[in-house]
């Protein structure tokens, strides 16, 4: 008994779904990415051989070659929140618009009086940005912006560190996150009387660990110091 020969052809795979799949996927991450925007300042921390990752929570002040402190932190929440809180300590007003644009930037390297205009600038004018001479830091005069930085941003930081906690707690979902660390990235050029200004800002706000930031290659590390 011969065998009866097929009538079709080879088979048809309709790879339309497929595309239509795969430009949603694009404009999906398109809409929901969110774009970081560029340091206010580039600096090259020493190198070292040590390997301890700095969390995604944390506090940190940037430190150039000229001693200008840059200020930032990673919860935009709390970046927000400690806004709110220096605005109101130094009499200085922010918009809901610039609170958020606020929270958007890295770290930020102005006097407060300043911040708003800062705020308000283009990405491309903040690198140029006049004038531009770091968070004031002044260890004997009461106008240290980088004390009231870092101990409201702490504050805050840490208040969105057990309210995501508590609220994991209340879903009964487990909570993996770590408490907001502090940390200090100097450039390898940086003078140690700039360094040690605002260790001793740490200091003083009785924060006696914090994370010292260095190079290695294949990617940034940090050293933990000892209590």
């Known amino acids: 008994m ?39 300042v580039t600096v090259d921390p020493p190198s070292s051989i040590g390997e301890v990752d700095l969390p995604d929570n944390h506090i940190i002040v940037t430190i150039d070659n000229s001693g200008r402190a840059f200020f930032g932190i990673s919860n935009t929440s709390a970046k ?10 130094y009499n200085v ?3 809901d618009l610039q609170i958020v644009k606020f929270s958007g930037l890295p770290s930020i390297g102005v006097d407060i009086k300043d911040l708003p205009r800062y705020i308000d600038a283009k ?4 690198t140029n940005f006049q004038p ?3 968070v004031p830091l002044d260890t004997v005069t009461p106008n240290n912006q980088l004390k009231d930085w870092i101990a409201i941003g702490g504050r805050e930081a840490v208040k969105m560190y057990n309210q995501a906690k508590e609220d994991a707690a209340a879903k009964n979902q487990e909570f993996k996150a770590e408490k907001p660390r502090y940390a200090i990235k100097a450039d390898g ?11 001793k800002t740490f200091t003083d706000l009785k ?3 914090f994370n010292m930031i260095t190079s290695l290659e294949g990617g ?8």
Request: net charge positive; no cysteine.
């Open 2 to 40: 011969s065998k009866k020969p097929s009538k079709g052809g080879a088979p048809n795979l309709d790879m339309t779904p497929m595309v239509d799949l795969a430009f949603l996927l694009v404009t999906f991450f398109m809409l929901t990415a969110s774009f970081r925007m560029a340091e206010p």
């Open 80 to 89: 927000m929140n400690a806004l709110r809180e220096m605005g109101k300590k």
């Open 93 to 95: 007003e922010f918009t």
């Open 123 to 126: 990405e491309d004018e903040r």
């Open 132 to 134: 531009q001479k770091g």
């Open 189 to 199: 050029k940086t003078k140690y009387i700039y360094v040690k200004d605002v260790v």
């Open 207 to 209: 924060v006696y660990q």
């Open 220 to 227: 940034g590390t940090v050293i933990e110091p000892k209590k």
